[in-house]
């Protein structure tokens, strides 16, 4: 009887050990917040710092070198929009900017706002923090850059056209509230739904997104 006793003790102890490490793991798993996948200020500040050019040939040091200056007509498009509203900008002066922008140092953030308004939600304010960081970093402070607010394609394109609009605005408002950021070193620009990110899933989430590109380096940029 008492080595059945002592084998019923030994058998209790062991479920009892083992019910104590799996609570233990639930409340480990419990505890994540999910917040692992929000980007990095240093996430910005590289996709966003001017690359390096590689050498010609593989037998040449050369020192790393800045993206060239931009052009002139390029330089011109910037100056005219520094310090214009965003819904000053006309569809031309628009799409010059996207085009300048698809060759600049760029970052899709996937920054979400509440319905119907342009008021970043709490969830987001982790990775507009995280960009008022990059942004006054050594590697990036004084550049300019532009603020592009994009929809899906659920809605009129009137209407999402205002939507991106108020919502690339108030990241630039936040920014200059929080971080001091120079309100002309911020050109925002709306796109609505015309430029989703995924065609073909127009009503994807990945589509709803602001996307930020530094136009003009701070070594190049004419203040």
């Keep these: 009887m008492r080595l059945a006793a002592k084998g019923l003790t030994a058998i ?7 019910t104590a ?8 798993l419990a505890g994540d917040d999910g917040n692992s996948k929000n980007v990095t200020e ?3 500040v590289r996709a966003l710092a001017p690359q390096p050019k590689k050498p010609l040939t593989r037998g040449l040091s050369i020192a790393p070198q800045a993206d060239p200056a931009p052009s002139a007509t390029e330089t011109k498009l910037i100056q005219s929009v520094r310090g214009r509203s965003t819904r000053s900008l006309s569809s031309t002066e628009r799409e010059e900017i996207a085009s300048v922008a698809k060759d600049k140092p760029n970052i899709d953030l996937e920054i979400t706002f509440d319905y119907n308004s342009a008021n970043i939600s709490p969830k987001s304010l982790s990775s507009v923090q995280a960009l008022g960081r990059a942004l006054t970093s050594p590697d990036l402070k004084g550049s300019t850059f532009v603020v592009a607010g994009h929809t ?8 999402n056209q205002d939507l991106s609009e108020r ?13 001091g950021i120079s309100a002309t070193d ?3 620009v709306g796109y609505g739904k015309s430029k989703l990110k995924d065609p073909n899933q127009p009503m994807a989430e990945v589509n709803r997104r602001v996307q930020v590109v530094n136009m003009e380096n701070k070594t190049t940029a004419s203040k």
Excluded: F, H, P, W
């Design 12 to 18: 209790l102890s062991i479920i009892t050990i083992g």
């Design 21 to 28: 490490l799996s609570l233990t793991t639930a409340l480990a």
């Design 42 to 44: 240093d996430d910005i």
């Design 152 to 159: 899906d394609a659920a809605g009129a394109e009137g209407y």
């Design 167 to 179: 919502r690339a605005d108030s990241i630039k408002r936040y920014l200059i509230d929080k971080y």
């Design 186 to 188: 911020l050109v925002t």
